[in-house]
């Protein structure tokens, strides 16, 4: 059993438990920043380093997240932890910054810029001198906006570091100004070429939640020399390219293409959709040797030839994140399977340059065993790979933590670097040089950068990590990991019918017991409550709540096998699973039975509700944000319909229409279903709740669940009275719809909450 306590209370900088009110709790607990970016370049020596790191928290005040670099100096030192760190300079914020990357040596940046006052996009190179090109990309007008973010976007140097490759938004036609009929004095428009007229109208599909302004992408090179830029012919027409570095020697383009025929499914948190890994040949204008009757050579980069298209990958399978070895003779990546779960355990495949050969190196886990329960990340780190291109290390869900896995590419074996650690979530930003930059965290320890030398192979363990910028641990929180067996289903003993799950419960460590439960199912379904520092689940921790956090069967983690055991199953494993949670903290934990509420979204929303109609007497309160209400009505709106087939163990294809059957059997699984059995809002509360996962959110289930009497603590001013079960729903849109890839189809804005403060996550009641 995982455990952890406030160490360290007498450094904190700051008392949260003298803070009044749940607002200002949050205000407080939300300035730790987390780092989303490190970049490390080698000084004169090569014993002495330069560490960037770039940061962001929230700015609550001026209602928008604040973005800071950071720069230190890490020094090779003798000593047993080998390194020494100091700050070189002062935090400074970071203005109107979409993306930046590093060149291999360090010496020069790329910084993608938005102009505040054109709007336009800027991509500028910076060097010791200064900034030495500055370009705007939209006045050349070449393509659309550039992908900063999401599962197309990069920005890679060449290794002469001479060029600049990116992904953005094929360029369209233009809508025309309005008629002269319709603006007085206004002249007539030029005249359309035949083959744009019109197609300014045309319908074009996106990738769905959060890529809804992703459609088709193109790569596109600037040669910082000859000052040109170049938009890559030769991707077959029914791909869409992203994630895209140089191939070794610089004569070609490796990327990740996705099929988009029939049509575009949703690609946000689905690691199941069709991509293949490509090579573009620049050399000779061809895309390898696969597509197509013959060869195209003397074509420049941005000719429109008969082309080929050389597959590195498995024709028929999921693949992600292409990393290029130090010495440019092997490429790993991620590899899944097509259709399914939305996310699964993956296969670590390694491709050797020259002779195309591709390995497993760590193939699909079922069963998880003590050491190793497989790879779940979404994506590899960005340099993982150590100088003797043998080794890589990346971060991945191990059960409920995050955990560092060194591999070994010869010999098909996995390190885990942070097993036993009192942090629960460790993420690798950089590995260069063999210096590992890393962030760890845990539910009472807010994110803390760390730097470590990896040893030579076979002498990893221990690692030494060097703080390099340490938080202190939050007083008022301590955390477990609970171990929950599900008993024997009555048809027999299976893998999936008695694998254990976990739940990680957040407990107040001042109080008097038995405290308050917010019980907090994760969305998903396919997802995981890692033991990372969560502001919002310590604020409740700090007001008097214990938080369960419960990672039932089908989570990331553990095992293909218990991701597979919810298929078919959903509405009925995972609700049974989060019960049988509940009922064991309460069983084995100070915690009050008679003071339950509910706090999800999403999937974990759905589970809430299945919850409240089947114990309405269990849960004074449930407060949820974009809940699975109806799983049919999603057939005609999410942009994954084929997930509404998958979770209930039905066929899917892109010709399906839906029968009756299916429908009613999506149907019954859906908490509309017995919504008559849950009970409405008491007779004269506020027709709009709090916001969701801000300070008043706190303040409001304070106000849902009071403490026992004759308890006094801050925040609950409203006296206590007698509660029935009250839901509080998502988005302020006529369609209540959610799960991976539904929230954004609602087009919607949050609304207001109660004190119209226009926070952004507000709650309608429905």
């Known amino acids: 059993m995982a455990t952890g306590t406030e160490k360290g209370v007498e450094h904190v900088p700051f008392l949260i438990q003298a803070v009044h009110g749940p607002a200002a709790c949050y205000r407080e607990l939300s300035r730790f920043p987390a780092v989303t970016r490190a970049a490390l370049r080698a000084a004169a020596g090569g014993q002495t380093f330069l560490l960037y790191t770039e940061c962001s928290r929230p700015d609550l005040a001026r209602r928008r997240l604040l973005r800071f670099g950071r720069h230190y100096s890490l020094r090779r030192t003798a000593g047993r932890e080998g390194l020494a760190v100091s700050r070189t300079a002062l935090s400074a914020e970071i203005h109107s910054q979409l993306l930046s990357q590093d060149s291999p040596t360090g010496q020069r940046r790329a910084v993608l810029k938005r102009c505040p006052r054109q709007g336009h996009e800027l991509l500028e190179v910076w060097d010791s001198g200064g900034c030495s090109h500055s370009v705007d990309l939209t006045a050349l007008g070449k393509h659309e906006d550039v992908y900063t973010e999401g599962p197309f976007a990069c920005l890679a140097w060449s290794h002469s570091e001479t060029r600049l490759l990116y992904v953005a938004e094929k360029s369209r036609p233009k809508r025309q100004p309005p008629c002269p009929w319709d603006v007085p004095g206004a002249a007539w428009p030029a005249a359309e070429d035949e083959d744009e007229e019109g197609k300014q109208f045309v319908y074009h599909e996106d990738w769905g939640e959060a890529l809804s302004t992703r459609s088709m992408p193109v790569l596109c090179v600037l040669d910082l020399e000859g000052l040109s830029l170049s938009v890559l012919q030769g991707v077959p027409e029914d791909l869409c390219p992203g994630q895209a570095l140089w191939s070794p020697d610089d004569r070609g383009v490796v990327f990740v293409g996705w099929w988009h025929k029939p049509f575009r499914l949703g690609l946000n948190a689905c690691s199941n959709r069709r991509s293949g890994i490509f090579h573009l040949d620049l050399a000779s204008g061809c895309c390898g040797e696969r597509w197509g009757p013959g060869g195209c050579p003397g074509h420049p980069w941005d000719a429109d030839p008969l082309l080929f298209t050389e597959l590195?990958?498995?024709?028929?399978?999921?693949?992600?994140?292409?990393?290029?070895?130090?010495?440019?003779?092997?490429?790993?990546?991620?590899?899944?399977?097509?259709?399914?779960?939305?996310?699964?355990?993956?296969?670590?495949?390694?491709?050797?340059?020259?002779?195309?050969?591709?390995?497993?190196?760590?193939?699909?886990?079922?069963?998880?065993?003590?050491?190793?329960?497989?790879?779940?990340?979404?994506?590899?780190?960005?340099?993982?790979?150590a100088a003797d291109s043998r080794r890589a290390v990346l971060g991945t869900p191990q059960r409920s933590r995050t955990d560092l896995l060194l591999v070994d590419t010869e010999t098909c074996t996995v390190t885990n670097l942070t097993a036993g650690s009192s942090e629960g979530c460790w993420e690798l930003l950089t590995l260069q040089w063999d210096l590992l930059v890393a962030t760890c965290s845990a539910p009472h320890h807010p994110p803390c950068l760390v730097v470590a030398v990896l040893p030579p192979a076979g002498q990893e363990l221990p690692l030494g990590w060097v703080p390099v910028e340490d938080t202190p641990t939050v007083p008022g929180v301590t955390w477990k990991t609970l171990t929950v067996q599900p008993p024997c289903s009555g048809q027999g003993p299976t893998a999936q019918d008695t694998q254990a799950f976990e739940a990680l419960l957040l407990s107040p460590s001042d109080g008097t017991p038995p405290h308050p439960l917010v019980v907090c199912p994760h969305g998903g379904p396919h997802a995981v409550f890692d033991a990372r520092w969560r502001p919002s689940m310590a604020a409740l921790c700090q007001l008097g709540f214990a938080v369960l956090l419960v990672n039932y069967r089908g989570s990331l983690g553990f095992g293909q096998a218990s991701i597979s055991s919810l298929l078919s199953r959903v509405g009925e494993q995972d609700v049974a699973d989060t019960q049988l949670a509940v009922e064991q903290a309460l069983h084995r934990e100070p915690l009050d039975p008679h003071r339950l509420a509910l706090l999800a979204g999403s999937h974990g929303a759905f589970i809430a509700l299945h919850l409240l109609t089947r114990e309405p007497e269990r849960y004074q309160a449930c407060a949820l944000r974009s809940p699975v209400c109806n799983l049919p009505a999603l057939l005609g709106t999410s942009d994954i319909p084929d997930w509404r087939y998958t979770s209930l163990g039905l066929p899917y294809s892109f010709e399906r229409v839906p029968c009756a059957d299916e429908v009613a059997t999506m149907l019954l699984r859906s908490p509309i279903a017995q919504a008559a059995q849950a009970a409405v809002v008491p007779r004269g509360w506020p027709r709009t709740g709090w916001c969701g996962d801000r300070g008043r959110c706190l303040q409001e289930l304070c106000a849902l669940a009071p403490p026992a009497p004759g308890a006094a603590q801050a925040g609950w001013d409203r006296p206590a009275q007698p509660l029935v079960p009250t839901v509080v729903l998502g988005y302020a849109s006529p369609r209540v719809t959610a799960g991976p890839g539904d929230h954004t189809r609602t087009r919607g804005r949050w609304s207001q909450c109660s004190q119209g403060h226009g926070c952004g996550l507000g709650f309608d009641v429905k």
């Open 312 to 385: 590195l990958s498995a024709e028929n399978g999921s693949v992600c994140s292409p990393r290029l070895s130090p010495d440019g003779q092997h490429l790993l990546y991620l590899e899944g399977v097509v259709g399914g779960p939305h996310r699964q355990c993956l296969r670590l495949r390694m491709l050797t340059w020259q002779t195309r050969q591709t390995v497993t190196v760590l193939d699909v886990v079922q069963e998880p065993t003590e050491a190793f329960t497989g790879l779940y990340a979404e994506v590899l780190p960005p340099r993982c790979w």
